[in-house]
């Protein structure tokens, strides 16, 4: 069986000469024809699908950091109940409480708890009021929250650079529009000094659009 050859200046030719009109052959030869539509439309929209890219990813990062704060939201609030219960029944003296609730302590507030007992807070009148204000008091959700947020600030700021910049583009696409529009008009006037007036304005919006062109961001 004949194929269609992959040289393009005789492809068109080879192909017609082929033995009989099969259909194979036609579609091998649609199929070797140089497709440039796709690759034209995705060079044309990539613009466009960075911005939905970063403001997606933006939406997304700022949708895990709410999670990630509503999380070390709810982590903070046992610590904070059980460090009063436990302050309570140990300055009753019942220390078999306070083991207790020690021992419900997250394994996050412990190393604020023991820096808080080391001030000596009980005689120390300038110790820390709460070991949740103490900076050895960290959670992980909180921090990841913080992280994520800087995330998505970083990408909506992005995105909003992307945006500002292609519609600077289209602005000088439509004052370079412009440049043509009195290229053209400027054949109709039989007057010379009026000729030369509108190819001064259109070489002015020219060398403007240029220089706005030059300074433009094309990362």
């Known amino acids: 069986m004949s194929t269609c050859p992959m040289s393009y200046p005789n492809r068109a030719k080879r192909c017609r000469d082929a033995s009989g009109p099969s259909r194979s052959w036609r579609q091998s030869c649609s199929r070797s024809r140089p ?4 690759g034209a439309d995705t060079k044309r929209r990539g613009g466009a699908a960075y911005r939905r890219a970063v403001t997606r990813e933006a939406s997304t990062a700022r949708s895990l ?4 704060a509503v999380a070390g939201s709810q982590e903070r609030l046992p610590d904070l109940l059980n460090f009063n219960r436990w302050l309570e029944v140990s300055t009753e003296g019942n220390t078999q409480l306070a083991d207790l609730y020690e021992r419900r302590f997250r394994d996050e507030f412990r190393p604020a708890f023991t820096a808080w007992l080391a001030q000596d807070p009980l005689n120390n009148q300038s110790a820390v009021a709460s070991p949740l204000l103490m900076p050895q008091y960290v959670l992980a959700n909180e921090v990841r929250s913080d992280r994520l947020e800087t995330v998505a600030d970083r990408k ?3 995105g909003r650079d992307a945006t500002e910049n292609a519609d600077d583009y289209i602005f ?3 004052l370079f529009a412009i ?5 053209g008009i400027s054949l109709r006037f039989a ?3 009026m000729r030369m007036i509108v190819l001064g304005i259109g070489a002015a919006i020219l060398v403007y659009g240029l220089v706005e062109l030059s300074l433009m ?3």
Do not use: I, Y
């Open 179 to 183: 440049v043509l529009f009195f290229a």
């Open 172 to 174: 000088l696409t439509v």
């Open 217 to 219: 961001n094309t990362h």
């Open 65 to 68: 950091a709410n999670r990630a």
């Open 156 to 158: 909506f700021a992005d």
């Open 35 to 38: 497709s440039r539509s796709r």
């Open 191 to 193: 007057w010379p000094l």
